[in-house]
Structures are given as C-alpha cells and as structure tokens.
C-alpha cells in the first residue's frame, strides 16, 4: 500500500529549475531529483515515485528518448510523466502525449500552475491506488482477499524457482464455522473472521510474509523463503493463540473458536510436472486431514 505523502521524482538538467520545482512541492510531497537521465532510470525503478516530472531539452538521453525508456521498463511503465519544457511547438506536445505524458507545463511557469498539474494528477494516482485497494482487499476483515493471494503466490512460486529456495503455505479452516453461526448468527460471526485476521496479522511477523482470506471461513499465509518446520511452528502460534482468544460478540457475551491448519513446503524445480496449483491443492488435501482427524490441529503435507 502507497504511504500517505505522495512522491515526486524531478528530472532537469538546470541546477535553477531544479531548485524551484523542488522549492514549489516539498511541502506536499517527498521530492527526489536527478539532473542525469540515464541516472533517472535507476532512480525511478528504485524509488517508484507516483509522478516524475522531466524536462525535453536534456544532453545525453534527452526527455523524449527517457520516457520511451521508462515506458518500456516494466517496473516504471505505469508512472505517469509530466513534461515540463520551454518546448511550445504543437507537434512537440503531441509527440509527448504520443510517448505517453500526462501533461505539459511550459516555461516559464508559475508556482500555482506547477502546483494545480501537479495536484491534478495525484487525484487521478490516489483514485486509482483505491481502487486496487478495494480490488484486492478482503473488505471484512481489512487484509488481501483470494484475489490478491492468488497472484502474490505465483509470484512467490516463480521467485521461489528461480531461486531454488523453499516456499511454504498454510490454509486455515475455522471448525465448525456453520454451527458457530447458527447458534450465536452471521454477525458474530463476522467478529470471529475480523478476530482470527487480526490474530494472522500479529503472529506474521516477516515483511515478506503474508496473510489473506481464503473465502468463507478460511484463511491462507504465504512464507517466502522458509523452510517447513518454521511454517509449522508459526501455523502451530496461529492455532494457540486462536485458541486462546475470547472475543466480545454483540452484547455482553464472549465467543471462541478453533481452527484446522494444512501446511506445505516445497521447492520449485526449474523443470518438472508439480505446479502452483498443485502446492495448493496438497495443502488443502493436509487441512481435510486435520479436519477429519480430530480438528485444531495442524497437519503438514508430503513433499510433491
């Protein structure tokens, strides 16, 4: 998720130029600046800045061959680029839009020009940084829905193989989550699911971990880079802890549940038949077996 303070990212080989922008919108945003293109590229694909504002008329790689750059990168493609140039030729303009920019501010500019483009094209980034949120945001319980989970575990998979590393999984079942419901009602239920997504959150504690709601009743935990037995024995906190939590329901009263957890790892071969979705389904197949052997618990699949 983007930080709240928006980032900027400015481009111009004028020291002068340079100052003022800088001056002009640094007390909204986190500005970064280059006064080298090819240094740009560097910049932009490890800073990933929301905008990134450049001017035309560069020595070296000049702004028209550094956007063609950027728009074919594909950590910095999607970053919407502002050319600001004393360029005022049409056709100038219309190889900019042509190239991908955003908009053009001309100089000589005024602060509260640079200040309104600027704005302008962060309403649209910050509307669309929203939208991906709710896209991929369980808006029960707040954490990444299957949606989001389903595409970060590729992901890991194919950095996995590429690496040759161990990725690890979890999928947790509520028990007896139907019962819960019809004895104490769906939203009691809820607080349960928004209970044991906060309990997730508080026992993945790696940065490269990451929780989701599974659907329903189920939840799922990725573990880049982590052998089985740690995957166990964070599946094993998860279950306690669930275990161990008393949460208010409507009213007065408190509620607990208990969870069934299938666990897997596994290490990608760079060439073989065992897939993504394969490592899924055996970690579902260890969860049936925690199910169907006595309920919360936690039961570890065999290798693929």
């Keep these: 998720m983007k930080e709240m303070r928006n980032s900027v990212l400015i481009i111009d080989d004028d020291i002068v130029n340079l100052r003022a922008l800088v001056e002009i919108l640094s007390e909204e945003y986190t500005v970064y600046a280059e006064r080298d293109g090819r240094k740009c590229l560097e910049a932009a694909a490890r800073i990933k800045p929301d905008l990134i504002l450049m001017d035309v008329l560069m020595p070296g790689m000049g702004g028209f061959e550094l956007i063609k750059a950027l728009k074919s990168d594909e950590q910095t493609k999607n970053i919407p680029i502002i050319f600001v140039t004393g360029l005022t030729n049409a056709d100038d303009e219309v190889a900019g839009f042509d190239l991908g920019a955003v908009d053009y501010i001309v100089k000589p500019y005024s602060e509260h020009v640079v200040r309104k483009c600027v704005n302008h094209q962060m309403r649209i980034i910050n ?9 991929t945001t369980d808006a029960l319980t707040g954490i ?13 998979w194919e950095q996995a193989r590429r690496q040759q590393e161990p990725l690890s999984f979890l999928i947790l079942n509520i028990d007896d989550f139907k019962k819960f419901n019809d004895i104490y009602g769906y939203s009691n239920g ?5 209970s044991i997504a906060e309990t997730i959150n508080k026992r993945v504690k790696q940065a490269t971990d990451k929780g989701a709601r599974w659907g329903g009743g189920e939840f799922a935990v990725i573990f880049p880079n982590t052998e089985l037995s740690g995957a166990i024995k964070v599946a094993e906190e998860i279950r306690e802890a669930i275990e161990n939590t008393a949460f208010t329901l409507d009213g007065e009263r408190t509620g607990k549940v208990t969870v069934s957890i299938g666990v897997h790892s596994y290490v990608p071969e760079r060439v073989e038949n065992y897939s993504a979705a394969a490592f899924v389904s055996d970690t579902g197949k260890a969860l049936l077996y925690a199910k169907k052997h006595g309920k919360n618990c936690v039961h570890a699949a065999k290798s693929g």
């Design 127 to 135: 509307l669309l940084y929203e939208v991906q949120r709710l896209e």
């Design 190 to 194: 809820d607080l349960a699911l928004k």
């Design 144 to 156: 990444g829905n299957r949606r989001y989970f389903s595409k970060l575990l590729l992901q890991e």
